[in-house]
């Protein structure tokens, strides 16, 4: 009988423009997940062209989940991710060479974070240029991590689950006061 007394875990992954649900990236996350106590999901959002809408469909998804909630995102995916987090009180916001900034796609809400946020990107990355995530990382006081790697970062997959694995574990260390 599980114990009642655990808060229930989910990781709740949204894909890119180009992929889908459970692609390369995602499925190896969702072990990382699933390791540390998650429930993995993925939302499919193939189909869903507007960014509107997309985060629309993942406040949809999401709303029937209790307990903590941990946004991940690719490319405009992790736009959603990043989106959605404060109206879901998202616990954490996991995001891959996240499509913000980008002509078409909306402006962030000001101020619209308010728990630990990590993003990734490639250095080589031909889609969403990386000093996007550097401006997101400085005005949002998010950990940023440039790794070698083009839009995909399919050449990081062992590199992206240490650092979600990472992410993940941090959330639940005490938080320290600075002075």
């Known amino acids: 009988m599980p114990d009642s007394s655990v808060t229930s875990r989910h990781v709740v992954f949204s894909h890119g423009q180009a ?3 459970w692609g390369r990236k995602i499925s190896a996350l969702a072990e990382v997940a699933r390791s540390e106590h998650h ?3 993925s939302v499919d959002y193939r189909g869903v062209d507007e960014p509107r809408a997309r985060v629309a469909r993942l406040v949809d998804f999401c709303k029937d989940l209790s307990g903590d909630l941990v946004l991940v995102g690719s490319s405009l995916g992790g736009y959603v991710a990043v989106a959605a987090a404060s109206l879901l009180h998202a616990r954490g916001v ?3 060479a996240p499509a913000l900034y980008m002509e078409g796609i909306p402006p962030l809400r000001a101020g619209g974070l308010d728990c630990p946020v990590t993003a990734v990107h490639g250095w080589r990355d031909e889609v969403v240029p990386f000093e996007h995530s ?3 990382a400085q005005s ?5 991590h ?3 790697s083009d839009h995909l970062l399919h ?5 992206l689950q240490y650092l979600f694995e990472y992410f993940l574990i941090a959330l ?4 320290i006061a600075q002075p």
Do not use: C, K
């Open 19 to 21: 992929s889908g649900p």
């Open 146 to 148: 440039l790794l070698d």
């Open 134 to 136: 550097v401006r997101f």
């Open 140 to 144: 949002y006081h998010a950990a940023l």
């Open 39 to 41: 429930e993995a999901h």
């Open 172 to 175: 639940d260390m005490p938080v």
């Open 155 to 159: 050449n990081q997959i062992r590199v």
């Open 94 to 96: 996991f995001v891959m």
